[in-house]
């Protein structure tokens, strides 16, 4: 825990201190929409003289606006969102309405920090891990403080890219496997499970190509034999590591039903309008 709060404060000061992505608005907008709409939808396509977003946006089957953005980073942002709807009500503001269009610094100050966290997370488990492999506690420490500041994990760490969390939560399921394997307890084989799953909701369907290696090391890690009992046990323990995972494959699964609505992104229907327009011009 304390090694979790000084790299916490000590990558916060990197910390870019705003939302500095398009990828980061929209994750961010999301978010806000769960936090007071109670839906995980973003801002619909709008553009004037004076203001326009431009994000990568479509209809869903029930005729509202869904990013085509993951939703697990949005929900990340939402304790940000939380504690500057808190400041706000201590101090009487209106949130903006039109969020990205509309905002202020200080929603894009508190959120800015959420990869600051994860980078944290992370250095612990990289910490824990070099632990679990052997290494004193000094050496482990010293790994995995260059791991974070000598590679591009810094970057993540700095700004809105949802790869911090992504690769936060995918090397912690390497880590509980391990742990599982060390203490044969299946309660770190379903955290992993979890792990894996906050990992698919995170980002985008690369998730996929990490279930390669994930799934030869624990082959690797189960030491498995060619004889019945042998198959019949490796598969007890995928089921174990799965009862943690099919909840968030269940949730993304739902989600990208949501949104899948007609295929038709408003940069076509824009497309198709400004056609429509054209014997007018």
Do not use: C
């Amino acid at each position: 825990i304390y090694y979790l709060l000084f790299l916490f404060f000590l990558l916060s000061i990197f910390s870019s201190g705003v939302i500095d992505s398009q990828d980061g608005f929209q994750y961010l907008a999301v978010a806000r929409n769960i936090y007071y709409s109670h839906e995980p939808t973003a801002p619909v396509y709008e553009y004037n003289e004076r203001k326009n977003v431009h994000m990568s946006i479509q209809i869903g089957k029930d005729n509202k606006t869904y990013s085509l953005t993951g939703l697990g980073f949005s929900l990340a942002y939402v304790p940000a969102v939380a504690i500057t709807d808190l400041i706000y009500k201590v101090y009487g503001v209106i949130p903006p309405i039109h969020f990205p269009l509309e905002n202020d610094w200080l929603i894009l100050l508190t959120a800015s920090f959420t990869n600051s966290f994860f980078a944290a997370f992370l250095g612990v488990i990289i910490f824990l891990y070099l632990i679990e492999l052997g290494l004193p506690k000094k050496q482990a420490l010293f790994i995995s403080l260059i791991g974070l500041f000598s590679t591009n994990l810094l970057v993540y760490a700095k700004h809105s890219f949802t790869h911090m969390m992504f690769t936060a939560f995918l090397f912690t399921s390497f880590f509980l496997i391990k742990k599982h394997f060390q203490t044969k307890r299946n309660l770190y084989l379903f955290l992993a499970g979890v792990s894996f799953g906050i990992t698919s909701i995170t980002y985008n369907q690369t998730f996929i190509l990490a279930t390669i290696p994930l799934g030869l090391y624990f082959l690797l890690l189960s030491k498995i034999k060619i004889n019945l009992s042998s198959v019949i046990f490796l598969i007890s323990k995928i089921f174990v590591f799965f009862i943690g995972f099919i909840p968030f494959m269940l949730i993304y699964m739902w989600f990208e039903n949501l949104r899948s609505g007609t295929g038709q992104s408003y940069a076509n229907l824009l497309t198709v309008a400004s056609r429509g327009f054209q014997p007018i011009i």
